[in-house]
């Protein structure tokens, strides 16, 4: 049955889909089109022409209409009732969580030496390619078109399969990946197992140097990879390896930088500056004033940076933060409540602070609208002031302002003509998004991820409707199943399928003996 809209026949995405495409661009129409360009333009009766990878025109559906009516190969999409935003862009998370998501659920303290024996020590090549393609297909079906990943929960740069396993995956489905690419911490040494094909166990022990010299090769290797899907960042673990590696460090133990932080940092950024590529990493409280010791061309801070979680910081650190123009990545969750990143204050002194997933850990999850959500929830209370964070402001915190974190503001995070077509079309036609009034704060305040239709990345539709486009859903979820279940059973951790003692009427989980015994790895 044909659609038509002011007069013009329209197909729907379905069919512009099935016809495996055949045209030469699309134009669609009558959509809410939120830009998130220069001037913050919604368009509510809006279009969009894309051709090949590009962003062509912008406007109301009228002008757009009476422009290119006519022309051949551009098919008129009805986009009625649906809302068009800036692909999503999720500056944080770590590769191998999507398979492992709630493994350590009932023991929630042991949760990264858990992890840190399945990554390092229990995996393969399989395990990195699986995980990536379901990694790659949530963030789609999110509407996320660009995602940071760390190689596991504290960094793996001993093996380069595993990082080109995982951007294959990525690209594959054609979405956009960066790969945070650097060494663990200490103790040196490093020692990983990784399990062949074959069933051999190989075991890897890397010094410090080592892995600096894969740290360059690897980025110099994947960086713009795949038509530029695949970028790599230098990314060290975190920030200072010498303090708290997860939490902040008090003002009177976090006193003096060490020799090991500065040769870090020098290397670090030497890295960056010979593979011409940007920085990332993870800082808590206390690290970002000792870096500061550092001479200014060698800290791992300034607008070439991004830094993730900042919890636990003090209003000094946020002022150096703010002044040095790093970019800031948070996650919200209850921890927060105790040991928060001053998201607001950041904000108010100028620092361009962004929301990252963390993803997908016990509490964490791909979808940036639940994130955004959390966000203005934990700061909200904490500040006892329900008018922080306004819906446009969370929206540009998942699109140009996470775009500009990366220095990809030039072609990514907002829909203007002359920038990648990475589009994400929401269905409101749905109970709790109808009535269509307010539909951008709507959409934020009480829509999730789930509503997403369709994701367009580089003007191809990767995702629609729960099926991914250019790879086999049924591959993708059986790759990951089969992955998931041989690698939990290969680190002899399916006990912890189980659930906690102390689960159903109860209000708090308890064990009451010890499931995970540390096998000493670190």
């Known amino acids: 049955m044909d659609i038509v809209y002011n007069g013009v026949r329209n197909l729907n995405i379905k069919n512009v889909i099935n016809d495996n495409g055949q045209y030469e661009g699309y134009l669609f129409t009558g959509a809410t089109v939120v830009t998130v360009d220069e001037g913050r333009n919604i368009f509510e009766d809006g279009a969009i022409l894309v051709k090949e990878d590009k962003i062509i025109e912008v406007g109301s559906t009228d002008d757009l209409l009476k422009k290119y009516e006519h022309e051949e ?81 504290c960094q793996r740069v001993d093996r380069f399969e595993i990082l080109k396993a995982h951007s294959d995956a990525y690209a594959k489905l054609g979405a956009r990946e960066i790969l945070a690419v650097g060494p663990s911490g200490p103790p040196y040494p490093r020692v990983n197992h990784h399990y062949l094909t074959n069933g051999e166990v190989l075991e890897t022990s890397k010094e410090l140097d080592e892995l600096f010299v894969n740290t ?31 939490s902040m460090t008090a003002a009177d133990v976090a006193v003096e930088l060490t020799d090991l932080d500065r040769y870090v940092m020098k290397s670090i950024r030497e890295i960056a500056r010979n593979c011409n590529t940007r920085i990332h990493t993870e800082a808590f409280g206390g690290m970002i004033r000792l870096a500061m010791q550092a001479p200014e061309s060698e800290r791992l801070l300034g607008e070439d940076v991004h830094l993730q979680h900042c919890t636990g910081i ?30 607001p204050e950041l904000m108010t002194m100028g620092a361009n602070v962004v929301i990252a997933s963390d993803g997908t850990a016990p509490s964490s999850t791909f979808d940036l609208i639940r994130q955004t959500q959390n966000m203005a929830l934990v700061h909200r209370g904490f500040l006892n002031d329900n008018f922080y964070f306004p819906a446009g402001k ?25 920038k990648k077509a990475d589009l994400v079309f929401v269905d409101l036609d749905k109970p709790h998004l109808t009535p269509n009034l307010m539909p951008l704060r709507k959409f934020m305040g009480m829509g999730t991820g789930e509503d997403v239709e369709a994701t367009m990345v580089n003007g191809k539709f990767v995702y629609h409707k729960g099926d991914t486009i250019l790879e086999d859903r049924r591959s993708i979820l059986d790759g990951a199943e089969k992955s998931a279940r041989e690698t939990i059973k290969r680190a002899d951790m399916e006990k912890f399928y189980a659930t906690s003692d102390k689960f159903w009427g109860t209000i708090r989980r308890e064990l009451t003996s010890k499931r995970f015994e540390d096998k000493g790895w670190k």
């Open 73 to 153: 190969g551009i098919a008129k999409i009805d986009s009625r009732r649906k809302m068009i935003l800036p692909g999503f862009i999720d500056v944080h998370a770590h590769a191998g969580h999507t398979l492992l998501t709630m493994l350590g659920e009932a023991t929630p303290t042991n949760w990264m030496p858990m992890m840190t024996e399945i990554y390092h020590h229990n995996t393969d090549d399989e395990f990195w390619y699986n995980e990536g393609r379901l990694a790659a297909f949530t963030r789609l079906s999110y509407g996320v078109t660009t995602g940071l990943s760390v190689i596991s929960n």
């Open 216 to 246: 360059e090769d690897f980025i110099s290797k994947l960086n713009h990879g795949h038509g530029d899907l695949i970028r790599a960042f230098a990314a060290p673990f975190v920030l200072l390896f010498s303090f708290n590696q997860s």
């Open 314 to 343: 003090s209003l000094d650190e946020a002022k150096i933060l703010a002044d040095t123009k790093t970019h800031v990545s948070s996650t919200a969750s209850s921890r927060q409540f105790s040991n928060r990143c001053p998201v």
């Open 394 to 418: 969370l929206l540009e915190m998942i699109t140009i302002d996470a775009a500009k974190a990366l220095g990809w503001e030039d072609e990514i995070g907002s829909i203007e003509a002359g």
